[in-house]
């Protein structure tokens, strides 16, 4: 399994950026996919997640309404939309594979396999 993210970079508040994830080595469309964050000195925090079944996504409460989710099986490629950034978005977001089709209900930093990360800093 292989997970690549791309599209971080340095964005002033207020701006947008769109981050992709690039899969292999597994069935992509079988699996719901998910992006957390890490910033810097604090611990992991759950983003967003969409289910391979029904398309379904979930956002935290934090980025609900800014962010978006969404996924290309075709291309095996997972984006996530960000608007309105924040410089507390700045963090190394991951892309990451759970191990079944929908989201876990309650343990959200329960998946199987994590990109290396990529960098999104938010600053004027």
């Known amino acids: 399994v292989q997970l690549v993210e791309s599209g971080g970079g340095l964005v002033q508040p207020g701006g947008s950026l769109r981050l992709s994830c690039a899969a292999s080595?597994?069935?992509?469309?079988?699996?719901?996919m998910t992006w957390v964050r890490q910033a810097p000195g604090k611990g992991l925090e759950w983003v967003s997640a969409?289910?391979?079944?029904?398309?379904?996504?979930t956002y935290a409460d934090s980025v609900k309404g800014r962010f978006s989710i969404s996924r290309d099986n075709a291309k095996r490629t997972v984006y996530l939309q960000m608007n309105s950034l924040k410089p507390e978005d700045t963090a190394v977001y991951y892309c990451?594979?759970?191990?079944?089709?929908?989201?876990?209900?309650?343990?959200?930093?329960?998946?199987?396999?994590r990109g290396q990360g990529t960098q999104v800093t938010v600053s004027s």
């Open positions: 990451a594979k759970y191990a079944g089709s929908r989201r876990p209900r309650w343990t959200l930093l329960q998946y199987d396999y």
């Open positions: 080595g597994f069935t992509f469309s079988l699996y719901a």
């Open positions: 969409i289910n391979s079944n029904d398309g379904s996504t």
